[in-house]
Each structure stands twice: as structure tokens, then as C-alpha cells.
């Protein structure tokens, strides 16, 4: 029961397919209280991200996720690209020279990659942002580590937790980035990174469901 490096390509494959796929409707949540670039920022970081495939092929799971950072943080501007470079990018830190991640090792990385995230931002629980999807899906997943949960069961419930988390920012106002511009205009409007972040961890629990 572990996620094997085809496995991580593969999700990272799912990420691209999937931010393609909801490009418009991300474009949307950032036109309401942002400045209508994220779905576009996700989805021409996660081209490029896939114009690297050829290299990733053959390597160890955190150098995969370094060239995921290393190729959002070189291709994607705004907070959102820079966030999710670091994201990948921490969590590369945690699985270098790994071919296989566990349960365990898969919350080690997503703690780390959480983390990065926070230092950087500097964003907190309700301050309407990415951060709102990921805390609790970390803490879903450390739940599940404790409950000795199936690797497939853990992820499924990683992710609903960051869908609650994201439908969760809707009533929220802004604190941190440019939502935060519009003060209490930001309320009524759900937050477009947090929607990415669930996007991402829902593709991580449908490509892995199986492993
Ligand atoms: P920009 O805001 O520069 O246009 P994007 O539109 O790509 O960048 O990303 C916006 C998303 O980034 C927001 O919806 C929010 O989730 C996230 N975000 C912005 N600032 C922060 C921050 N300081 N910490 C965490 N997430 C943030
Ligand atoms: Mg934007």
C-alpha cells in the first residue's frame, strides 16, 4: 500500500487535466474578488509542468515534485504560482531519493508542503485562502495515520476535508492577498486558491484510490 514514482506522475498528470478542466471556472471565483487570472496562472504553470514529463520520467519522487516547484515558481506569477512552487517544492524536501511514498511519508510531505506554505504567505485558518482546503486535509490525514486507515480511505478523506474547507470560505472575509483589497466585499464568494488546492488533493485521491 504505497505511492509508487509512476503513481506520482500520474497524479501530476490528473492535476494538469483537471486545472485544465476547471480553468474557466477558477477564472470565475478570482473574476468575483480577485483579478481573474488563476485559472489561467494553474493552468499554464501545470503546461509547463508537463512539457518537463520527459525528464521526470526517471527519477525519484522528490526530485518529481522539486521540478513541479522549481517549473511553477519559473512560469506562474501572482501569490497563487509562487504558493504552490513552494508547496511542491517543500514536499520534494521531504521525499528526496524516495521511490515510494507511504501513508506516513505522504503526510510528512504534505505537512512540509503546507508549511512552506504558511512561511511564505503568512496566512492562517479563515483568513480565506489556500490554507483553508490543505489545514484541514493535513489534519484529516494525520487522523487517518492514527486510525491506521487503508492509503485509498485516508486520501478520500483528505480530500472531502478540503472540499468542506473550500465551500467553508464562501462566507469568510478576506485577510491575506488580493481578495483582502475588498474587505467584507470578499464574503459571499468562495476563494479561488482554496478550490484549486481541493482540486489537487481530490486528483491525488482519485489517481491513487487504488495503490
Ligand atoms: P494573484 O492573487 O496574485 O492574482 P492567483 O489568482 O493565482 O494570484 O491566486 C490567488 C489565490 O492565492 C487566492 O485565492 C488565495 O487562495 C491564494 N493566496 C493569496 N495570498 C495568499 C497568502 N498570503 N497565503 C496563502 N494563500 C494565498
Ligand atoms: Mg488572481
Redesign the pocket.
Known sequence: MSISRDDTLNWIKSCAAVLAENRDY?TQ??AA??????GA??DRGFKAVMAKMPEMADKDIGTIFKTVGMTLLST??????P?YGTFFLQAGMKSAGKMELSLEDWTIALEAALAG??M????ELG??????ALMPALNALKQSLQDHQPLGDALRASAQAAREGMIA?VPLV?R?????YLGERSAGHQ???????YLILNAAAETWKNT
Open positions: 477558477l471565483l478570482d474578488i480577485g483579478d481573474a487570472d488563476h496562472n494553474m506562474v506569477g501572482g501569490a497563487g504560482g504558493l506554505v504558511v511564505r504567505g503568512k496566512a483568513d480565506k485562502t489556500m490554507v483553508d470560505t478576506a491575506k492577498g488580493r481578495a483582502s476563494d479561488p486558491g482554496a478550490t484549486s488546492s
